[in-house]
């Protein structure tokens, strides 16, 4: 059985498209629906569209228009940056210093690097979720040819000290030194907080648009002008050459569209996030016992709550949110059946038991302070009944042992 009533609260995974984006989009869908490779009318009006795009992109992020990649989303976007830097770069150096609580996509690249002979330097978050300035200065080395670190994490919401490392990296430019290079992974953090690629001094920024109220599908890379990527797709023209492939016209223009939105409504937009999370949280202190907020609260996002539940497994607790028609994440990946305790809540230090009993809650301009009310009332029940048929309550001490923190 499940529940007629839904709340979304899941905007960290995706958003759904917002009106005002599908319709800038549907025209390029239908009648401007040429290749914008095209040499003719219809051609040259997909060309204007996606570099329309391309301006609001940019400036969005204070960049200019040909330091822009369109590209199918933050996955691919990552993958361009950090491959696409490292394969034109090996004589110069093959080590790379990262950050524990990276999205898979930057793990996983940098799992490939290092199986192909890379070393990389995964540094703490520490309790807080931060990663700290000092650690990335002591992890260089003349050959670190790579900083990836993500403006703000996708689990907990904790925004990164990018504009220092990009202090950093200038030092460091400004002592001669000439390969080192610094990633962010701004997905998350795209709409939600002010972003000036110069004022962080990156020199690539990933984005993606179904973050931000477009479709799936698109997504750009920030490439700092004089800065070579060598392509991941080859043969063709597209995007001077970094990217070959014909451009998803609809998906592009929905991205300049929802950038626009976003820029313009972002006040707007974490004012709401922001009242509707502390209510949340307050009263998730207050009614549900034995919780522990991960992230530090004053460095977070403004729409990310990150929760763990003891003597609950996080998995449980979805599916019975789900079936009360409450959509959440885990944060944890299954995989080959076997459930794994997020690797985020896990660098933060906190146990097995706790990274398996984290969910994130995301919310959205959307949502009211009635989906907050319905959401705890349904958490406090349901978590009462979990922990009363759960088998890690068996091994439950005194309960003064655990605080709630914020
Ligand atoms: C921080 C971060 N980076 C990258 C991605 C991947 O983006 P996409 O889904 O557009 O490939 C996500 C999506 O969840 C994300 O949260």
Known sequence: MTSARRVYLDHSATTPADPRVVEAMMPYLTERFGNASSVHFFGQEARAAVDRARREVAGVIGARSNE???????????????????????????????????????????EVLERGGWEITRLPAYEDGIVKVEDVRSALRADTVLISVMLANNEIGTIQPIREIGALVRQERAQGRKHLWLHTDAVQAAGRITIEVDQLGCDF????????????????????????????????????????????????????????????????????????REKFEAAVAERISDVVFNGRPERRLTHISNISFRFIEGQSLLISLDLEGIAVSTGSACSSGTLEPSPVIRALGRNDELARGAIRFSFGKDNTAADVNYVVDVLSRVTQKLRTLSPLNKVKVSSSEFRVSS
């Open 68 to 110: 822009i990649v369109f590209l199918s989303g933050g996955t691919e976007a990552n993958n361009l940056a950090i491959r696409g830097l490292c394969e034109g770069v090996k004589p110069q150096g093959r080590y790379i210093i990262t950050s524990s609580i990276e999205h898979a996509s930057v793990r996983g690249i940098c």
């Open 205 to 276: 920024l990933s984005l993606s648009s179904h973050k931000l109220y477009a479709p799936k599908g698109a997504g750009a890379l920030y490439v700092r002008r004089g800065v070579r990527i060598s392509a991941l797709n080859v043969g063709g023209h597209q995007e001077r050459e970094r990217r070959a492939g014909t451009e998803a016209v609809p998906g592009i223009v929905a991205f300049g569209a929802a950038v626009r939105l976003a820029r313009e409504e972002l006040e707007q937009r974490n004012d709401s996030a922001r009242e509707l």
